[in-house]
């Protein structure tokens, strides 16, 4: 394909992704076949994802962060026992701790 048609191409392609349309609406606008419209977005989003030179990886972005276990609490009241996960609710343990008080 000669470089002045890819160019061409390449210039409907950029059109159809900035003007938002639907492939119908552009493609009848522009009087293009949805057909062809998709074959040309693969073929450059192809072209495009093609790297010969690269080394085969690819960088992901992680957006959840890695939770690491964190090993619970644990309080002793006379015989009473308390096991404190991370996140606790520190209202409800001052009311455990305060009943347990109470008891002992």
């Excluded at 159809?16 to 119908?24: H, I, P, Q, T």
């Amino acid at each position: 394909m000669s470089g002045d048609k890819l160019e061409f191409r390449y210039s409907q392609i950029n059109s159809f992704k900035e003007s938002g349309m639907s492939v119908a609406a552009w493609c009848k606008e522009n009087q293009m076949k949805a057909p062809t419209l998709r074959y040309w977005l693969h073929k450059i989003n192809v072209g495009e994802n093609t790297n010969p030179i690269g080394d085969g990886w690819v960088s992901i972005a992680v957006n959840n962060p890695v939770h690491t276990e964190v090993p619970p609490i644990v309080i002793k009241v006379g015989a009473f026992s308390i096991e404190i996960q991370h996140g606790f609710d520190r209202s409800t343990l001052t009311d455990v701790i305060a009943t347990i008080h109470g008891l002992c």
